[in-house]
């Protein structure tokens, strides 16, 4: 099953189209890509790459150590960030997961609480080095409170990413395969 792109990956791509310099920065991203040997070597230059296009951008970022409320939403991620997550990483809470692949693959109701990231631990990310793109992607501007909730009174503001969405777009071009993580660590992993 093909998931739609992240809303701030979107975004970006929609930005390209009508900006050559983004467009030609897209190109730049695709070209490095297929250049690259290996998944694995593609994954850890995203991740390296992203992370560094947000190094100056983070220190406007309100989000807090301990704040988690953005893990409470359904997490796309390709199967190649699923796989090497995967080789290292145990699912925290295999319980969480079975609701979570009855919720998303079934339509069956769960508890909030039961919608949280399988790999997050005592409110804190467990896998935070090889954590999914879009976690990597998300960071408000608005007060963290306000992430809890989102209505008109206290809206989600997300910084702007656009450099760092165009690139994880780029990977996503090139691996099309996105689905959310119960889903994809049931496909990947049948032990579980």
């Known amino acids: 099953m093909r998931r739609d792109l992240p809303h701030v990956v979107r975004q970006a791509q929609i930005k390209a189209r009508a900006d050559d310099q983004?467009?030609?920065?897209?190109?730049?991203h695709l070209r490095k890509l297929s250049e690259l040997q290996?998944?694995?070597?593609?994954i850890q230059w995203v991740r390296s790459q992203v992370d560094c296009m947000l190094d100056d951008s983070v220190s406007e970022s309100k989000c807090e150590r301990g704040c988690h409320f953005?893990?409470?939403?359904?997490?796309?991620?390709?199967?190649?960030e699923m796989k090497d997550i995967l080789e290292t990483?145990?699912?925290?809470?295999?319980s969480r997961l079975v609701s979570q692949r009855k919720h998303f693959g079934n339509g069956e109701s769960i508890s909030y609480e039961e919608r949280a990231c399988v790999y997050l631990k005592e409110g804190q990310c467990s896998i935070y080095q090889k954590?999914?793109?879009?976690?990597?992607l998300t960071?408000?501007?608005?007060?963290?409170?306000?992430?809890?909730?989102?209505?008109e009174m206290?809206?989600?503001?997300?910084?702007?990413?656009t450099e760092a969405a165009l690139l994880?777009?780029?990977f996503y071009m090139a691996h099309p395969d996105i689905e959310i993580m119960s889903l994809l660590i049931e496909e990947t992993d049948k032990s579980l």
């Open 38 to 42: 290996t998944d694995s070597e593609k």
């Open 168 to 170: 994880v777009g780029a």
């Open 139 to 151: 960071h408000v501007s608005s007060r963290p409170e306000n992430c809890n909730y989102e209505n």
């Open 89 to 94: 990483e145990t699912v925290q809470s295999p």
């Open 131 to 136: 954590r999914p793109l879009i976690c990597r």
């Open 22 to 28: 983004l467009k030609g920065r897209l190109k730049d």
């Open 154 to 161: 206290n809206p989600i503001e997300h910084l702007p990413v």
């Open 70 to 80: 953005c893990c409470f939403h359904p997490i796309s991620l390709s199967r190649i």
